[in-house]
């Protein structure tokens, strides 16, 4: 299958390939099958690009690149949502805020991406944590902006 990827034009995928989140990602709850296109080798950032709006891509990021001692949980409610039995199944990702620099740009600690790497099924989780914020300076001091 191809799609116009918002960033990166015509695109090649599997189906395989595509995140599934039923719930969508707040705001963007109508939106649910995404395809992830690695911005850097490593994938440590990815396009999340939407296959039914053209238009809609995040920039997300892997958040122990930059945050290290990060330490997101799901509740019980969302491991069973995600079908998670293991954590060696589940992967992390944060929304980027891309600003003129990279330090400058924030990222959303306070309500990452968690997604089943296996089943390819994702849900936003907000985390309960005092210590995550909506928007972290990529300058990795550890404090929130907001």
């Keep these: 299958m191809n799609i116009n990827a918002k960033y990166?034009?015509?695109v090649s995928y599997e189906k395989e390939e595509l995140i599934?989140?039923?719930e969508g990602l707040f705001g963007f709850e109508d939106?649910?099958?995404?395809?992830?296109?690695s911005l850097h080798e490593d994938d440590s950032f990815l396009s999340l690009q939407n296959i039914d709006d053209e238009t809609l891509s995040f920039i997300l990021?892997?958040?122990?690149?930059?945050?290290?001692?990060?330490?997101p949980s799901l509740s019980e409610k969302d491991?069973?949502?995600?079908d998670i039995h293991s954590e060696d199944d589940l992967s992390y990702y944060v929304?980027?805020?891309?600003?003129?620099?990279?330090?400058s740009s924030t990222v959303n600690l306070k309500a990452p991406l968690a997604v089943n790497i296996k089943s390819r099924i994702g849900k936003q989780i907000i985390l309960d944590s005092p210590l995550y914020k909506?928007?972290?300076t990529l300058r990795n001091d550890g404090k929130g902006d907001e």
């Design 79 to 82: 491991k069973k949502d995600l």
């Design 134 to 136: 909506f928007k972290h």
């Design 31 to 37: 939106y649910k099958n995404f395809l992830p296109i």
């Design 61 to 71: 990021m892997n958040p122990f690149v930059s945050f290290p001692d990060y330490q």
């Design 8 to 10: 990166f034009g015509s």
């Design 95 to 103: 929304i980027c805020v891309l600003n003129e620099s990279l330090e």
């Design 20 to 22: 599934h989140l039923p």
